[in-house]
């Protein structure tokens, strides 16, 4: 029987860029890392896990993130971006219905990647590599946030009360998350979402 030789390995093989297989790596890297975060905390969370779990090595992984603080930080801005993603991609014609708009930015702060975000907000209270990094990026996230609810709702904020209560309302948000970590808060965050659309409705008229 007769091989194979290379040449023809390779035209039946489609070829795969270099920077393509990097970017593939890194993404797989980003979604470890949070997923082990969201599961076991910064403790649990150290780069041989965050590697393993992505079915590369190690090495691979400190090629693309250098430190532990450089994969975890580069983990949540990339679940900040996906978030942001999703949001705009559920209203995708601009301004929409108010109501809806307050649901789906609650909903943002009660899933896993809120959870990975929070564990990585506990670290950098007692990690100094980790603090100014993560201030910075929390940062910027609120700022992206605000413009995207802002938008969303088709908000004026030079009105009086309107940009409290976009603030107000991404706040509220962050607390509902919180406080689904402990337990199952459907039913009293039900509750809540409706009283604030009610509030966003009246306030942006």
């Not at 990647?113 to 670290?123: D, G, S």
Request: proline content about 3%; aromatic content about 4%; glycine content about 8%.
């Amino acid at each position: 029987m007769g091989g194979v030789s290379a040449t023809e390995h390779a035209a039946r093989t489609p070829h795969v860029p270099k920077q393509d297989r990097s970017r593939v790596t890194r993404q797989r890297l980003l979604a470890a890392a949070v997923a082990c975060l969201a599961e076991h905390g910064w403790a649990g969370s150290t780069v041989s896990v965050v590697a393993e779990r992505a079915g590369v090595s190690r090495g691979a992984a400190q090629h693309h993130f250098p430190t532990r603080e450089d994969l975890f930080t580069a983990a949540v801005e990339y679940v900040a971006e996906e978030r942001s993603t999703a949001l705009r991609d559920l209203f995708p014609d601009g301004p929409a219905d108010r109501r809806a708009v307050v649901a789906a930015l609650v909903g943002l702060y009660t899933g896993p990647l809120f959870r990975a975000a929070l564990h990585l907000w506990v670290a950098a209270s007692n990690e100094d590599q980790l603090r100014a990094r993560v201030t910075e990026l929390e940062a910027r996230v609120g700022r992206e946030s605000h413009r995207i609810a802002v938008d969303l709702l088709g908000a004026d904020e030079s009105r009086p009360g309107v940009r409290e209560t976009v603030q107000g309302l991404l706040d509220m948000a962050r607390g509902l998350g919180l406080a689904n970590l402990l337990t199952d808060d459907t039913a009293r965050r039900e509750r809540v979402v409706a009283q604030w659309g009610t509030i966003v409705e009246e306030t942006l008229g």
